[in-house]
C-alpha cells in the first residue's frame, strides 16, 4: 500500500495544493462511494477498500454510516460508483427469519443503512461492486436469501471460510462458472485464488442475477446482473488488490471503468435533450394521480429525475371499438379526458414539470430545470370522423396522432386487422393532409404495411414510427421490415425503437437491453444514425430486462457508449432525430 506522506513542512504542502490544476471535467476520477463499517459507534473503513479505489483510478469517498434518507441521497446522488464493504452478520429478521444460536453480532443501523445506500444506488442506476457482508447484502436488497451460518445450515463439505491467514493472503480457491458473465469474461480463468472471512453466505440467489463463482464446496462466491453493472464477490478483493495482486486489481479496474462511463453518461444527459417518444401512463391514472408521486406506474417525475430524461410524450390511448356514431363520440371524449388529466398535472406541479408542444418549449423547461410532457393520442379512433377534432386536439397541445392501434378504423388498416381499405380510407387521406396542414406529426406505429406506404405518398411532411421496432430481428407484424425502415429514413422520418418485450424478442422472457441495443444498431447500420430513437411504451406494457421504467432509462446511454457510439449520435437518438421531424412538420406552411 502507498501510505507515504511528504516531510512536514505546512508552506511546502500549501503551496503545493495551491499549484494544483485539477483535471478539467470528463477528465476527473470517478467519485466511487465506499460504504462505511460501524464499531463502537464510529464510521469507519479499512485502509485497503481506499488504496485499492485509489489505485483502480477512483476517487474514494467514504459515506458516514446513517440513515437519514435525505441525506444519504444528497451524497449518493453525485456518485459515479458504489463499494458495498464488508463487516459483521445481518439480522434475519430481515428475511423474515428468527436468529439461530450460531448468529453473530449484528448492527440493526448498519444494515438499515445499507439496505437504503443500495436502493439509493439501484433508482439512479449506479454501478455498484459488493464486497463479502457487501455481496450478502446486495443479494438481500434484491430478494435472494442468506445462510445466517454455513457451518450448521448446510450439508456441504465444507472448507473453513474463515480463515487465520493475513487478509493479502489467499487462502482457498474459487471456480468461475464457465458461462456468459462479466466475471468470467474480464478474469478469463476458470480457477483463481482468494481469500476468506465469513460464515454467512448466499443460500438462493436474488431474481434477476446469476451466480458466477463457487467455492469447492458449492458455497456461492460471486453473483453479477447480467444487463446492469451491479456485480458482488464473496472474499475481500481489497486487500489482495492493494497489496499488488494483478486479479484482484482487475475487479477494481472494471468497476472504475463501469463508473467512469456513468459519469459521461450523466453529463451527456445534463447537456442533450432526452426525449422518450411514446408513453402509456395516462391509462393508468386514477382520479387523483400525482405525476410528481411514485404511484405504481413506470413514468413520473420522481423517476425522470433518477434516469435524468427530459421529456416525455404521454398518450391519449384509446382501444378499438365499434364505429357507430355514438361509439365515435365516446371515443372524442375519452380522449379528450385523458388529455385533461394530463394538462392537470402541470396545474399541481408548476415548479418541476410544464406541457411542451415544441422544441423551445423543451429547452425552455430544461433551462428552468424542469421536466417537459408531450401529449399524443394513440389511435385515430378518436378523431371520429369529424376533421375538426383535429385542430381541437392540437389546441389542447397534442403534437402527434398514432393513426389506428390494434384494428382497423376509419382512418386505415391495422397491423392486426382485416386488410378493411387496403391502406389508408379515402377519410385517411384526408386526415393525413389535415394533419400536414396543422402541423401535426401523423405516426404510423400500428399500421399495417399497405397503411404504412400510402402515408409516404400522402404526407408532405416527415412522420414518425413513435413506438416499434425491427422486424428482421423480431417478426412481428407491428415492427417495421427492412424495406419500412429504408423508406421511412428516404422520408426523412424516424422510428422510435420499442421496448415492448414481445416487439424485441420472441421468446418474451428473455427481452433484454441488449436485445434493445441490437435493434438500434440494426437500424443505425441499415440506414444510419439520422433515423432512430427510443420510445419506450411504459405503462402499456413495455419494459425489458435492464430497463423497465423511466429511471432506468440512462442505462441505454452506457450501452451505447460501451457500443462505441459517440455523443453527437447518442444525443441523436435520445431526442435529436425526433426534433428535427417535429420542428419540420411544424414549419410547414399553413
Sequence with gaps: MNTQVRRPHIEDLFREVDHYIPAREGHQPPRIGISANRKDGL????????QAVLQ??????????????KTLTALVSDLD????????????????????????????????????????????QIPVMGICRGHQMLNVAWGGSVYQDIYSQTNHPLLKHS??????????????????????????????????????????????????ASAPDGINEAMEHPEKNIFSVQWHPEAMASHGDEVMKLLFQYHIQAASLFGKAKRMHRDMLTIDSHTDTPMIFPGSFHIGEKEGGKVNLPFMEEGRIDAAFMVAYIPQGERDECSLKQATAYATERLE???????????????????????????????????????????????????????????????????????????????????????????????????LIVDVSHAAESTFYDVLKIS??????????????????????????????????????????????KEEEKASLTDVIRHINHVVDLVGVDYVGIGSDFDGDGEVIGCQATNELINITVRLLEEGYNENDIAKIWGGNLLRVLNEVQAVPR
Excluded at 483510478?57 to 437519514?68: E, F, K, M, Q, Y
Excluded at 421496432?469 to 422510435?496: P, W, Y
Design 163 to 212: 480463515q487465520t491467514l493475513a487478509r493479502e493472503l489467499p487462502s482457498h480457491t474459487v471456480r468461475l462458472e464457465k458461462i456468459e458473465s462479466k466475471l468470467y469474461a474480464l478474469l478469463q480463468k476458470e480457477e483463481i485464488l482468494v481469500n476468506s472471512f465469513h460464515h454467512q453466505a448466499i443460500k438462493e440467489t436474488a431474481p434477476g442475477f446469476i451466480a458466477t
Design 460 to 505: 408532405k411532411s416527415p412522420v414518425i414510427a413513435s413506438h416499434s421496432s425491427v422486424r428482421a430481428l423480431c417478426d412481428h407484424a407491428r415492427n417495421l421490415t427492412d424495406e419500412q425502415i429504408k423508406a421511412l429514413a428516404a422520408h426523412q422520418g424516424v422510428i422510435q425503437i420499442c421496448l415492448y418485450k414481445g416487439f424485441i424478442n
Design 341 to 439: 388529466k394530463i394538462l392537470l398535472q402541470e396545474t399541481l406541479y408548476p415548479e418541476r414539470m410544464g406541457i411542451a408542444t415544441s422544441s423551445n418549449d423543451l429547452i425552455r423547461l430544461k433551462q428552468a430545470r424542469k421536466k417537459a410532457i408531450f401529449m399524443g393520442i394513440e389511435n385515430g379512433y378518436a378523431i371520429g370522423k369529424d376533421l375538426e377534432n383535429l385542430r381541437r386536439f392540437k389546441e389542447m397541445g397534442v403534437s402527434y396522432i398514432t393513426l389506428c392501434h390494434n384494428g382497423d378504423n376509419d382512418i386505415c388498416d391495422s397491423a392486426k386487422g382485416n386488410q378493411e381499405w387496403n391502406g389508408l380510407s379515402p377519410f385517411g387521406e384526408e386526415v393525413v393532409r389535415e394533419m400536414n396542414r396543422l402541423g
Design 56 to 69: 483502480a483510478g477512483g476517487a474514494p469517498v467514504v459515506i458516514p454510516v446513517l440513515t437519514d434518507i
Design 43 to 50: 464510521s469507519c473503513i479499512a485502509e485497503t477498500y481506499v
Design 81 to 124: 460508483g458504489l463499494v458495498m464493504s464488508g463487516g459483521g452478520d445481518i439480522n434475519p429478521l430481515y428475511l423474515s427469519e428468527e436468529p439461530i444460536p450460531q448468529l453473530q453480532d449484528v448492527d440493526t443501523y448498519r444494515d438499515e443503512y445499507d439496505l437504503i445506500l443500495l436502493r439509493l444506488a439501484a433508482n439512479r
